[in-house]
């Protein structure tokens, strides 16, 4: 009996390390190429956090972007994905790491894009399809799936607080400590962690009692909190600042970036011909990346 006890402890071990062995060979390519001028426009007319940086953190911006794409392939599922959802889909993943320049999703390798909602079982269409993105798990271990369209309106309206694929990437960095449990020990640095709690159970009875601004879905656990205010930080920052100050302070803290100082505002994205370029040359947009479009 130990001897078989023994055989199936070391047995379990050795799975253990060959699954760790084959996780950290994982080739992480980075980009060679410069970034396309075709992306840089995309990223200027659908990302207003984008537009937001200054030109050197637009340069690491993009580095980013290319970087998730060369490491984490984009299958359209029964629609047609086009370089636009890409960028959105890696400016998702990207915004709420930039902060933390050696980050890599080292736990996903594929984000499925499917036409709209779709139910537990995957299919779209029929009954009951209410979920607009999903983090895998078991055989879909390294996969993500996000609605199109939930996708494309995260970035078209930027004044509902919402964004369906930001927050499926905050919950794959609060999975990047082995649990989704609203507490991302990876960025939380331990002081924060008793507070931040405390507050999530406090805000999250404001839901259930009537009085908050939040999405009531943030109601639904601390997991689903994080990840809904998470969503209202990226896109309306000033207003949580001014609505949940403690709430802005520790998410501020959480990912280290004063998003309140930043101006995202998606009228500003729109291009012209005389517009300033956005690659930071000083040019008109028609005399540099533009031109193409309008010779």
């Known amino acids: 009996m130990e001897i078989l006890l023994y055989v199936l402890v070391v047995a379990v071990v050795v799975l253990l390390l060959l699954r760790l062995f084959s996780k950290s060979k994982r080739r992480w390519r980075k980009p060679k190429q410069a970034f396309p001028k075709e992306w840089r426009i995309i990223l200027s007319q659908q ?33 047609e994905v086009d370089i636009k959802d890409e960028i959105m889909v890696a400016a998702s993943a990207i915004i709420p790491i930039f902060q933390f320049p050696h980050w890599r999703y080292t736990n996903i390798h594929e984000v499925l894009v499917y036409p709209s909602s779709f139910n537990e079982k995957f299919e779209t269409s029929g009954e009951n399809r209410s979920i607009l993105g999903m983090v895998g798990s078991g055989y879909m271990e390294g996969k993500m799936i996000l609605s199109q369209e939930a996708l494309r309106h995260g970035f078209k309206n930027t004044s509902d607080k919402k964004n369906t694929a930001i927050h499926e990437f905050v919950h794959l960095i609060d999975k990047s ?45 601390r997991a689903e909190f994080f990840s809904v205010i998470s969503e209202y930080f990226f896109e309306r920052p000033k207003l949580l600042k001014q609505k949940h100050p403690e709430l802005y302070e520790l998410l501020e803290k959480i990912f280290q970036q004063d998003m309140s100082a930043k101006e995202l505002n998606k009228a500003s994205a729109r291009l012209g011909r005389n517009s300033k370029c956005p690659c930071g040359s000083g040019l008109k947009f028609k005399r540099c990346c533009g031109k193409n479009h309008y010779n």
């Open 47 to 79: 990302v207003p956090y984008y537009l937001a940086l200054s030109q050197e953190e637009k340069e690491r911006f993009e580095f980013k972007i290319q970087e998730f794409l060369l490491n984490c392939r984009i299958t359209g599922i029964e629609t």
């Open 177 to 221: 400590d082995g649990k989704i449990d609203g507490v991302p020990a990876l960025l939380l640095d331990n002081q924060f962690a008793i507070p931040w709690i405390d507050l999530i159970n406090k805000k999250i009875d404001e839901i259930y009692e009537a009085k908050s601004d939040i999405n009531p879905y943030g109601g639904t656990n």
